[in-house]
């Protein structure tokens, strides 16, 4: 039997594709990026070689403002952290007991998910139109004119306006996580609690969340690291204007390299991407992990 | 004694008052959350059938009074949404498939192989999954546009494929650890080869992992935008994310069509989810949790 799992061109033969484009498509161009990021490009003519310039550049050019764009990235993540999965947590939790009405709930609440984000962009960018939008028309319904605003555009407003819907769409997939992990809590775990006189949010604070926190690790991964991706409805519903307020570090990326063909500076901000999505992953792995010890 | 165990009872039995408040409160809450996930899309079926007279004052929450299901033609018509439902069609089908086959040989490769540096290899697949696609684009642009194959199925496919490489094999091995190895050495002794064994005992037993894959790989593809708009131009190859994007950018005036198009995209994935609901949530967790 061994034998046979040894046999090493069967082994090389069933990692064949994979590798081919783990490598090709992930770790040759992370090489690649990284090699451009030292230049300077623009596609066209010879690259010229600037050391960390562009990286210099990033952290202290006031018109391109990349640090704005990472401290938007950072308030995206802390509004993530701090509201979205604390919410999605209490919906979890109010949904486990078992409540008459559960499954439906819970399927409702998972529906913007499966949604593109194109049509949830769409759909938020008539929602927050500043003549013919809901959010106008039912402030000026109930009195509130002075209230009405253009949300996208006004640059007080724009930040959280374009955050909201991200933080609409993905609350319900967060909460599914929870659910399932609060519902794989053994049943007598909860009982036996329940006989020694403890109340529900005793059950829930001492006994449940403990139990899940492997899964709110898991939640806050992908929260975190999904802040420092967000590109999609942000693209969508301001493009990061108006004048930056809400550029994202995916966005200037898209506009460095597409729009302005700065090949080598947008490599730059691909660089510094990865290792902040490692090394958030990394910190936030370790922090549980003493936690649990 | 006694005392204590009576205080400590007390603590948890409530007043059937109390109860029922806090029973309201909690579904008051439930209420209105799933009134502000239904509500948009409510209101995106409503002005579908609307025209502008009536989404922009005349009657904005409420049902249309006369339906324009002319909305629906010009959005289907005139568009082109077909051709973008096909091709997202293609795109997405074509990644699972070759995501599900690669994948699955990685799996068996790292889960019932024996090699040195398997363990290597496993945690650079764990590496991977936080691999954002940011890291690639521009090299794979690069290539692809030197090749002169932008505007093409496998611009989009070849990547979405690698991308999806890393959760769908590691979802994989957490199936197939479940199956019992006295089935590999049985079909062995019965003659089997290595192929033989990933073909007829391993792939039979592996069918309700496929289909956890193909979900989560089909939600991750079918509504991925980064790539696809700056891979592909061409009308002919836009998937549906793209199209609706572009679409909506020509007709900003014109809001009954760009809702009917909007609805026209949402609904085959609402469908999906009204059967599928179940094996839908479970997809979602082993994602996100085998990673």
């Known amino acids: 039997m061994n034998r046979i799992y040894r046999n090493k061109p069967a082994i090389f033969l069933f990692l064949l594709p994979a590798a081919i484009l783990f490598i090709g498509i992930i770790i040759v161009p992370i090489i690649m990026s990284t090699y451009y990021s030292l230049h300077d490009w623009n596609g066209f003519s010879d690259m010229k070689f600037v050391g960390l310039d562009n990286y210099i550049e990033l952290f202290t050019s006031t018109t391109i403002n990349f640090p704005k764009a990472l401290l938007n990235a950072v308030f995206f993540m802390l509004a993530s952290v701090f509201i979205q999965l604390p919410f999605s947590l209490l919906l979890a939790l109010l949904l486990a007991k078992g409540r008459k009405g559960s499954r439906l709930f819970l399927s409702v609440y998972f529906i913007p998910v499966l949604l593109s984000t194109v049509v949830i962009g769409q759909l938020w960018l008539k929602i927050y139109n500043p003549d013919y939008g809901i959010l106008n028309v039912a402030l000026n319904s109930i009195g509130l004119e002075s209230w009405t605003k253009v949300w996208l555009g006004d640059r007080g407003t724009a930040l959280i306006a374009a955050f909201i819907p991200t933080l609409w769409q993905y609350t319900g997939y967060h909460m599914l996580l929870m659910y399932a992990g609060i519902r794989s809590v053994p049943q007598e775990l909860r009982e036996a609690a329940l006989i020694d006189g403890a109340s529900e949010s005793q059950i829930n604070r001492r006994i449940i969340i403990p139990m899940i926190k492997p899964i709110i690790k898991v939640c806050v991964i992908i929260s975190v690291t999904g802040a420092l991706k967000v590109f999609d409805l942000i693209y969508i519903l301001t493009n990061g204007g108006p004048a930056h307020a809400t550029e994202v570090p995916s966005t200037l990326l898209v506009s460095m390299m597409f729009l302005r063909n700065r090949y080598g500076f947008g490599s730059a901000i691909a660089v510094i991407l990865i290792f902040l999505c490692f090394l958030v992953a990394y910190i936030i792995r370790k922090s549980f992990k003493t936690e649990v010890d | 004694m006694k005392l ?59 049902l249309p009074q006369t339906w324009h299901f002319e909305n629906y033609e010009s959005a289907l018509g ?147 935008l980064m790539f696809a708009i700056i891979f592909i131009n061409k009308a002919d190859f836009f998937t549906l994310t793209v199209g609706i994007q572009t679409l909506s950018g020509s007709y900003t005036r014109e809001w009954g069509p760009i809702g009917a198009a909007l609805v026209v995209a949402t609904f085959p994935t609402i469908i999906a989810y009204a059967f599928l609901s179940k094996k839908i949530h479970e997809s979602v967790n082993a994602g996100a949790i085998k990673g």
């Open chain 2, 4 to 62: 204590q165990l009576f205080n400590k009872k007390s603590n948890h039995i409530r007043s059937p008052k109390k109860f029922f408040t806090k029973e309201i409160l909690v579904y008051t809450l439930l209420i209105i959350w799933l009134l502000v996930n239904l509500f948009p899309l409510y209101w995106m079926f409503t002005f579908s059938f609307k025209d502008n007279a009536a989404i922009f004052g005349e009657n904005v929450i409420g």
């Open chain 2, 78 to 224: 005139v568009n082109n949404l077909p051709r973008f439902f096909l091709n997202s069609f293609i795109v997405t089908g074509l990644t699972i498939v070759l995501t599900v086959i690669i994948a699955m040989m990685a799996a068996f490769a790292l889960c019932r192989m024996i090699w040195k540096g398997r363990k290597v290899v496993n945690s650079m697949v764990v590496l991977g999954m936080t691999i954002p696609i940011h890291a690639s684009i521009l090299p794979i642009f690069l290539v692809l546009s030197k090749l002169d194959m932008l505007n093409s199925y496998q611009s989009l496919i070849v990547p979405y494929t690698a991308f999806a490489l890393s959760v769908a094999t590691l979802i994989f091995i957490g199936f197939m650890q479940d199956i019992p190895k006295e089935l590999d050495e049985a079909a062995c002794i019965d003659g089997c080869s290595v192929w033989g064994i990933f073909r007829h005992v391993i792939f039979p037993m592996m069918r309700p992992s496929i289909a956890t894959v193909g979900i989560f790989t089909f939600i991750q593809t079918w509504n991925e």
